[in-house]
Structure formats: structure tokens, C-alpha cells
């Protein structure tokens, strides 16, 4: 089953505007990952957020995280052309073993 | 140059015909795994491997076989393919850094599946 889900499912933004992306996870988790799809290339790693940790930085790249919640954010200030891509949530949960589940994913489009 | 590679990137075949899908990773990881992705559904875990003889079935197992023999190599087998397995599939790598500390995946290109 699905766990995590990311809102909404498709964005467009101008270039230079703020993208934010939501994700929301059923279960307990050891930590959250955010990754980047280029047109059906393989999904690169943008950053990881542990379960005891609220916010993370790196670059233009904001991620908040909020257990009581069971929901997560991804920022990306400042948007560029370049940002065009999907981006996906994935999350390991504590029990069930070692699965990674990922959700749908939210297309975003910067129109320069 | 550290990488995951995928073999063969494209394949057309016909139901029944059983195929092999390779999977090498040059990191050294333990964590090995494979996803299928299809439109509006995201990456769906079929199996995945913590270490060499180790492995799991993911969210979607039916109708795939992996096997871990060695440490670089998780081949992904379909022994009697059907058309719903048409889909692009990606095999990733990840280090494990102690039993909770999961990390960063590393993903190959993919291999984009067709069954007729």
C-alpha cells in the first residue's frame, strides 16, 4: 500500500517563484527522503530528514518535518527552469521490515 | 565512477517468454532493490536485499524473482511475464549505516518493459 502521497499532483510556477510540495505518510517512520525525476530518468536523492528532526536546509531546498502530523514539505526557493522535474516522498517505516514506499509524486513546471 | 547499471535499458517481448533483468551496483552496498514505476502510482518495491542471501518482498512481488548471490549483482527474473507487467523498472543501491539509519538510494537508469 501506498504510505506516502504528495499534494498537489501537479504544479506550474513562473521562474523565480516558490514551489511547495506536500507529502503525508501513514505510519511510523525512521526518517523521510525527498528525491528528483527528470522525464523518466532515475530518481535522484535530494535530502534526507530524520524522524527526531523538524527542518533541513541545503541550498534553495527547505524541508520540514511534522510526526504529529505524519506530513512533510519541500521548498524550493527561487525556482528555476532547471527545477522542472517530479518529485517524490519516500519513507521507511519502523516496522514491516526494510521496505522503502514512495508516493506519486508532484510534477512541477517552471515556465521561464 | 560510482554508479548502478541496468540491463538491458529497453525490451519488447511476448507473454510467457521468461527475462532477465540485470542490476549492478560498484558501491559496496548492502541494500539492494527493485521498484516498478507506472503513471499516477509512483514506485512500487517489488523485492529488496539487505546483503548477500538476504531478500524481501516488497509492495508488489507477484510474478517477479530476485536472487542475491553476490554483493553487487540483484538480477530481477520474470519467469512467465503478462502484459500488466509492462512498466519502467529501476534497481537501487543504498549503504546501511546500522539497523535504523537508512540512507540515500542510488538508481540506475531504468529498464523500460513492454509485453505484448
Known amino acids: 500500500s501506498q504510505q506516502g502521497e504528495e499534494d498537489p499532483q501537479a504544479l506550474s510556477i513562473q521562474e523565480g517563484e516558490n514551489a511547495t510540495m506536500n507529502c503525508s505518510y501513514k505510519?511510523?517512520?525512521?526518517?523521510l527522503q525527498w528525491y528528483r525525476q527528470n522525464s523518466g530518468r532515475g530518481l535522484v536523492h535530494l535530502i534526507l530528514?530524520?524522524?527526531?528532526?523538524r527542518e533541513k536546509h541545503s541550498g534553495r531546498l527547505r524541508v520540514t518535518l511534522d510526526t504529529s502530523k505524519k506530513s512533510s514539505s519541500l521548498l524550493i526557493t527561487a525556482s528555476r527552469a532547471a527545477d522542472t522535474a517530479s518529485y517524490f516522498c519516500a519513507t521507511h517505516a519502523r516496522t514491516g521490515g526494510f521496505k522503502t514506499i514512495f508516493g506519486a509524486g508532484t510534477r512541477l513546471f517552471v515556465k521561464a | 565512477e560510482a554508479q548502478v547499471t541496468q540491463n538491458p535499458r529497453y525490451l519488447i517481448t511476448v507473454t510467457g517468454k521468461k527475462l532477465t533483468v540485470t542490476c549492478s551496483q560498484n558501491m559496496n552496498h548492502e541494500y539492494m532493490s527493485w521498484y516498478r514505476q507506472d503513471p499516477g502510482l509512483g514506485l512500487r518495491q517489488i523485492y529488496y536485499?539487505?546483503?548477500?542471501?538476504?531478500?524481501d518482498k516488497g509492495d508488489v512481488p507477484e510474478g517477479y524473482k530476485v536472487s542475491r548471490k553476490e554483493k553487487r549483482n540483484f538480477p530481477l527474473i520474470l519467469e512467465s511475464p503478462s502484459p500488466n507487467q509492462t512498466s519502467l523498472y529501476f534497481c537501487?543501491?543504498?549503504?546501511?549505516?546500522?539497523?535504523?539509519?537508512?540512507?540515500?538510494?542510488?538508481f540506475g537508469p531504468g529498464t523500460r518493459l513492454t509485453v505484448l
Open positions: 537501487a543501491s543504498s549503504p546501511i549505516l546500522g539497523l535504523a539509519a537508512y540512507n540515500e538510494q542510488f
Open positions: 536485499s539487505m546483503n548477500v542471501e538476504v531478500t
Open positions: 505510519t511510523s517512520i525512521n526518517n
Open positions: 530528514i530524520r524522524s527526531n528532526e
